[in-house]
């Protein structure tokens, strides 16, 4: 539901989920419910800028590939410039001493995305594949001749990447290989977890909560059965006449997160308290059970079993360190920072000298003010009052942990593994490309308002806009205060001014009350999208009650179990060309985009020439 300003459209997107097609839908990841690795990056933090150079480096190497291959499929071939480095041996070609070999290409290859794939047939697509990569390195040398490893930014994320390279490289040969799983093992956890059954199940789906409990207690009380009330009540035509029965068994992984949940743990012939998904409020029932077959989920509990081992040995390997390193608290300076920081909560205000203070010690280091504060603001805490307790918590176990693992992998030479080396080279160099498209492809590049305008008048297949009804709401969490407001109204109360004062959807106080509504947005605001398709032109329609409605939509996003609205349909918007006012911002995002792919296109030529002699293509 798009909010709308009092006079023009606002231009905002919203994102939703598609519409299951399932009555118990697929979930997006298999056995979802797997043990989750910890985090044991907490402690070493470099500065914003370098956090923000990781975060879109890691994007960046795609963006570059993708813009320039979608080039190489949408326009005619540039002509290529020819290197004059002469290649011998195996490798594909070579870049400076970087020599490409068919491994590296061909795992290069493989991670381009098939729309951005050459459209050049046979030989021809893998050549223009290889000087992708070709540019890429020689961009990575442009970097490098622009100085821009000295930045003690990209200094310090290098460092960060070493650090988790390191740790993940020690873990894994001094606790990964550790591990040992037998065959008992794996068959007792598979006999003791709910998915080794497959489940025949019976469904009554129903569109709101007070009829889903109404009808449970009818169950549940005996007065009536699962399959009369289906039969009766539910809203899905396929199962209702057999009584709710699905005609086939459903395993783990072919249900939702929230199915599993309610459903597997139930005995045969139980029925699940109402419980809510997209489609709907279901109950549920469990017809049968049978097991699945060990084999085909075989590999799903090794790789279960294998990570709460892992964790386990992590944690008690983790805990040895702690225990080996004499970590201590340094009194005092635990009290003076502590003080200084419920002061200014996030923000003690210390002096240099004090943030280089050590605020912990062990047998080999310290840990300073600086990075006890680092520790607390990258653990949600950073706006938190904390005491001694709190602070010692997280420095043993998250921030001492990270800490030790990265001494411990150093002592043992890990920074000079392969592995290591091969992560730390591949985060140089999406660094220092990240580094280059900024200089050159984004800070200095401008986008005009022409250029704007022509790509919208160009192409304006890319500017539609969907169907939508405009509604004017107000929405509220009681439904005497609803029916009072609908009165107001009624009686000649200004609407907007209504929605402005009581209205608790978002941006009603900005708006009054204004939004558009579209089609695919019905799993969102279903209640209120089947009132607006129904509902004739300028009529008062409520108070219309809202099951559930989604928090992020709220001026104060918390859960509620139901609020009531009150609408008028203002206007229905065909499909249609946004008006180019509407379509500005989205219009300079483009033309801009269009314009880096040619800088880029350009820039690679460019560096083509200039690297001439320091790269080459295998005449084989």
């Given at each position: 539901m798009?909010?709308?300003p009092?006079?023009?459209?606002?231009?905002r997107?919203?994102k939703?989920?598609s519409?299951p097609?399932?009555?118990w839908?697929k979930?997006?990841?298999?056995w979802?419910?797997?043990?989750?690795?910890k985090?044991t990056n907490?402690?070493?933090?470099p500065?914003?800028?370098s956090?923000?150079?990781?975060?879109?480096?890691?994007?960046w190497v795609?963006?570059?590939?993708?813009?320039?291959?979608?080039?190489?499929?949408?326009?005619p071939?540039?002509?290529?410039v020819?290197?004059g480095?002469?290649?011998?041996?195996?490798a594909l070609?070579?870049?400076g001493?970087?020599?490409?070999?068919?491994?590296?290409?061909?795992?290069?290859?493989?991670?381009i995305?098939?729309?951005?794939?050459?459209?050049a047939?046979g030989v021809?697509?893998?050549?223009?594949h290889?000087i992708s990569?070709i540019d890429?390195?020689?961009?990575v040398r442009?970097?490098?001749?622009?100085?821009l490893?000295?930045?003690?930014?990209?200094?310090?994320?290098?460092?960060l990447?070493?650090?988790?390279?390191?740790?993940?490289a020690y873990?894994?040969?001094?606790?990964g290989?550790?591990i040992?799983?037998?065959?008992?093992?794996?068959?007792?956890?598979?006999?003791?977890?709910?998915a080794?059954?497959?489940v025949?199940?019976a469904?009554?789906?129903?569109?709101?909560?007070?009829r889903?409990?109404?009808?449970y207690?009818?169950?549940?009380?005996?007065?009536?059965?699962?399959?009369?009330?289906a039969r009766k009540?539910?809203?899905?035509e396929?199962?209702?006449a057999?009584g709710g029965?699905f005609?086939?068994?459903?395993?783990?992984?072919?249900?939702?997160?929230?199915?599993?949940?309610r459903?597997?743990?139930?005995?045969?012939?139980?029925v699940?308290?109402?419980?809510?998904?997209?489609q709907?409020?279901?109950i549920?029932k469990?017809?049968d059970?049978k097991l699945?077959?060990?084999d085909k989920?075989?590999?799903?509990?090794q790789?279960?079993t294998?990570l709460e081992?892992?964790?386990n040995?992590r944690?008690?390997?983790?805990?040895?360190?702690?225990?080996?390193?004499?970590?201590?608290?340094?009194?005092?300076?635990v009290?003076r920072?502590?003080a200084?920081?419920?002061?200014?909560?996030?923000a003690?205000?210390?002096a240099?000298?004090?943030?280089?203070?050590?605020l912990?010690?062990?047998?080999d280091?310290?840990?300073?003010?600086?990075?006890?504060s680092?520790l607390?603001h990258?653990?949600?805490?950073?706006?938190?009052?904390?005491?001694?307790?709190?602070?010692?918590?997280?420095?043993?176990?998250?921030g001492?942990?990270?800490?030790?693992?990265g001494l411990a992998?150093?002592?043992?030479g890990y920074?000079e593994?392969?592995?290591v080396?091969e992560?730390?080279?591949?985060?140089?160099?999406r660094?220092?490309l990240?580094?280059?498209?900024e200089?050159l492809l984004?800070?200095?590049?401008?986008v005009?308002?022409?250029?704007a305008r022509a790509h919208y008048e160009?192409?304006?297949e890319m500017?539609?806009a969907?169907?939508e009804i405009?509604?004017q709401?107000?929405?509220v969490a009681?439904?005497?205060?609803a029916q009072e407001?609908l009165?107001q109204?009624?009686?000649?109360?200004?609407?907007?001014?209504?929605a402005?004062?009581h209205s608790?959807?978002?941006d009603a106080?900005?708006?009054?009350?204004?939004?558009a509504?579209?089609?695919?947005?019905k799993?969102?605001?279903?209640?209120l999208?089947d009132?607006?398709v129904?509902a004739?032109e300028?009529e008062l329609?409520?108070?219309i009650e809202l099951v559930?409605?989604?928090p992020?939509s709220?001026r104060?996003?918390?859960p509620?179990?139901?609020?009531?609205?009150?609408?008028?349909?203002l206007?229905?918007?065909p499909k249609?060309v946004?008006?180019y006012?509407?379509?500005?911002?989205?219009?300079?995002?483009?033309a801009?985009?269009?314009k880096?792919q040619r800088?880029?296109?350009?820039?690679?030529?460019?560096l083509r020439?200039?690297?001439h002699d320091?790269?080459?293509?295998?005449a084989?």
């Amino acid at each position: 539901m798009r909010p709308l300003p009092c006079s023009t459209v606002r231009s905002r997107s919203t994102k939703t989920g598609s519409v299951p097609t399932k009555p118990w839908p697929k979930p997006t990841s298999g056995w979802g419910r797997l043990p989750k690795a910890k985090n044991t990056n907490a402690w070493p933090t470099p500065c914003l800028e370098s956090k923000k150079m990781i975060n879109n480096a890691r994007k960046w190497v795609g963006l570059a590939v993708c813009t320039f291959l979608f080039c190489c499929a949408q326009e005619p071939a540039a002509p290529v410039v020819e290197g004059g480095l002469v290649v011998t041996g195996t490798a594909l070609a070579q870049v400076g001493d970087d020599l490409i070999d068919e491994r590296e290409f061909r795992r290069y290859e493989a991670r381009i995305q098939p729309q951005h794939r050459s459209l050049a047939q046979g030989v021809e697509k893998h050549r223009e594949h290889l000087i992708s990569l070709i540019d890429i390195k020689l961009m990575v040398r442009e970097a490098y001749a622009r100085g821009l490893d000295k930045n003690p930014e990209w200094i310090k994320a290098v460092e960060l990447a070493q650090h988790k390279a390191m740790i993940e490289a020690y873990l894994r040969e001094q606790v990964g290989l550790q591990i040992e799983i037998s065959e008992d093992e794996l068959r007792a956890n598979f006999a003791a977890h709910p998915a080794r059954h497959a489940v025949r199940g019976a469904h009554i789906l129903l569109d709101s909560r007070d009829r889903a409990d109404s009808i449970y207690a009818e169950i549940e009380s005996g007065r009536a059965t699962f399959e009369d009330m289906a039969r009766k009540h539910s809203l899905d035509e396929e199962t209702a006449a057999d009584g709710g029965w699905f005609d086939s068994y459903y395993a783990f992984d072919r249900v939702s997160d929230r199915v599993y949940e309610r459903v597997f743990s139930l005995d045969v012939g139980e029925v699940s308290q109402p419980f809510r998904t997209p489609q709907g409020w279901e109950i549920a029932k469990v017809v049968d059970k049978k097991l699945v077959p060990f084999d085909k989920y075989r590999s799903v509990i090794q790789r279960a079993t294998f990570l709460e081992k892992i964790e386990n040995l992590r944690s008690d390997h983790i805990d040895k360190l702690v225990v080996e390193s004499d970590l201590r608290p340094v009194g005092e300076q635990v009290r003076r920072f502590v003080a200084a920081w419920n002061q200014q909560p996030g923000a003690p205000q210390l002096a240099p000298e004090e943030w280089a203070a050590p605020l912990y010690e062990y047998d080999d280091g310290v840990i300073t003010v600086q990075q006890g504060s680092n520790l607390l603001h990258n653990t949600r805490l950073g706006r938190a009052q904390i005491d001694s307790a709190v602070l010692d918590d997280r420095i043993r176990r998250r921030g001492a942990p990270d800490l030790l693992l990265g001494l411990a992998a150093e002592r043992g030479g890990y920074a000079e593994r392969p592995e290591v080396q091969e992560k730390v080279t591949a985060e140089k160099e999406r660094l220092l490309l990240q580094g280059l498209w900024e200089e050159l492809l984004e800070d200095a590049l401008e986008v005009s308002e022409e250029e704007a305008r022509a790509h919208y008048e160009a192409h304006p297949e890319m500017y539609w806009a969907p169907e939508e009804i405009i509604v004017q709401e107000i929405m509220v969490a009681d439904e005497s205060l609803a029916q009072e407001l609908l009165e107001q109204i009624r009686n000649g109360a200004d609407m907007a001014a209504l929605a402005t004062k009581h209205s608790i959807r978002r941006d009603a106080d900005e708006n009054g009350g204004l939004y558009a509504l579209r089609a695919f947005e019905k799993i969102v605001y279903k209640e209120l999208m089947d009132a607006a398709v129904s509902a004739p032109e300028r009529e008062l329609q409520g108070p219309i009650e809202l099951v559930d409605p989604l928090p992020a939509s709220l001026r104060d996003p918390q859960p509620l179990e139901r609020a009531f609205s009150i609408i008028k349909v203002l206007q229905r918007r065909p499909k249609r060309v946004q008006e180019y006012k509407l379509s500005q911002q989205k219009a300079h995002h483009l033309a801009r985009q269009e314009k880096q792919q040619r800088e880029l296109r350009t820039l690679n030529l460019q560096l083509r020439d200039k690297w001439h002699d320091t790269w080459g293509i295998s005449a084989d």
